[in-house]
């Protein structure tokens, strides 16, 4: 069998080949589990979905139509896989149940069909193509795929926006688990899907056809992109973010300022920012008061998230050691992580925002 090894067939068969290994290595993962064995389903069922786009491009459909109706397509699993990642990213304690397998009834109708299709004769699956595939099954399968994938991404990024600002109230330094590459690839994402939904106007209403669907293959680079980042996401087993299926009605707030100084006074005396992982559960804990209720006060009192309120007090110890002549000799990265920081990045990002200046810019003017 002849194989034409075009730029577009190598492109592809590179993704292929890659997609099977990086899928490979998320399963074997021990890092955030359920969250990689997800996205290696994810990049497994998109690698199998290209092995069809190869075979057509690469010619060996035209040799040997025996190759056509494998069971390898599997791509109304794209969107739920995607949303599912999300969901277990976000909160570690989330769990698959089987309520959740309402939203893989597709795909086990497609997966059905096509193992269905394997084991008919040629002559059966010809008639198929021809008076069923084409017509009918063909373009719910594509059209299906746009409509599924895009829904899913766009609740995958609504959840992932809800997560971003509760994280804000929850955790003092944010940046390794802020998840802001997932949401640029989502985005990505969904803008190929407007371009998915553009192919499918011009098949569905104008009869035209690629020649090459460049589509498959820059979903296959982007779930490429997206897999090998969740592979190094740091391990999110501190993190339940889990959005209440109802919105509740926020109660009225009766300030007290005993617990607004109890807050206060905890956090300066016992200066409880120096901890780098400090997160609103400890602090609360800390605090001896209910979570909401150190929450309820830095946001309403203070019209602060926990991420600001504890950033200001490192940078205010930072401003105040940073002019001592005992600390001349220290770097000013080292003597941000002394001050609670555990980032140079998110140092100098905070300090900007906070001062207007950059740390340097502050030394020299106040040095």
Request: aromatic share 18%; with cysteine.
């Amino acid at each position: 069998m002849q194989v034409n090894f075009t730029f577009p067939v190598i492109l592809n068969g590179a993704v292929i080949v890659l997609g099977f290994f990086a899928a490979f290595g998320l399963f074997m993962k021990k890092e955030n589990p359920l969250a990689n064995k997800l996205m290696g389903l994810f990049l497994l069922t998109i690698t199998l979905w290209l092995c069809d786009n190869f075979m057509r491009i690469s010619g060996i459909y035209g040799q040997d139509a025996n190759y056509y109706f494998k069971p390898i397509y599997y791509s109304f699993a794209f969107g739920p896989l995607l949303y599912f990642y999300v969901r277990s990213i976000v909160n570690s304690d989330f769990r698959l149940t089987k309520a959740h397998a309402l939203h893989f009834i597709p795909v086990i109708l497609q997966a059905a069909l096509y193992f269905f299709l394997t084991f008919k004769n040629y002559s059966y699956r010809h008639w198929y193509w021809q008076e069923v595939h084409l017509p009918f099954t063909y373009r719910i399968e594509f059209d299906g795929t746009f409509i599924s994938m895009a829904i899913y991404v766009f609740f995958s990024l609504r959840l992932l926006r809800n997560y971003q600002n509760w994280l804000k109230d929850e955790h003092s330094d944010h940046s390794t688990k802020n998840l802001n590459w997932l949401r640029i690839i989502l985005i990505l994402m969904l803008i190929l899907c407007v371009q998915w939904l553009i192919e499918v106007i011009l098949r569905d209403f104008y009869d035209l056809y690629n020649s090459f669907d460049y589509t498959p293959t820059i979903l296959g680079v982007l779930t490429l992109i997206l897999a090998y980042r969740a592979f190094f996401q740091e391990d999110q087993k501190e993190v339940v973010f889990s959005p209440p299926l109802v919105e509740v009605k926020k109660s009225a707030f009766q300030f007290d300022q005993s617990l607004l100084d109890q807050i206060t006074l905890r956090m300066e005396n016992h200066q409880d920012f120096l901890d780098p992982k400090l997160n609103l559960k400890e602090f609360a804990l800390r605090c001896k008061l209910p979570q909401k209720t150190v929450s309820q006060y830095l946001n309403q009192s203070l019209d602060k998230s926990f991420h600001d309120y504890v950033n200001g007090y490192r940078i205010e110890a930072f401003k105040s050691r940073v002019v001592l002549p005992e600390e001349k000799n220290m770097t000013l990265e080292g003597l941000a992580y002394d001050c609670g920081f555990n980032s140079k990045a998110t140092f100098n990002r905070i300090f900007k925002k906070n001062t207007g200046m950059t740390p340097s810019e502050y030394v020299s003017k106040h040095g």
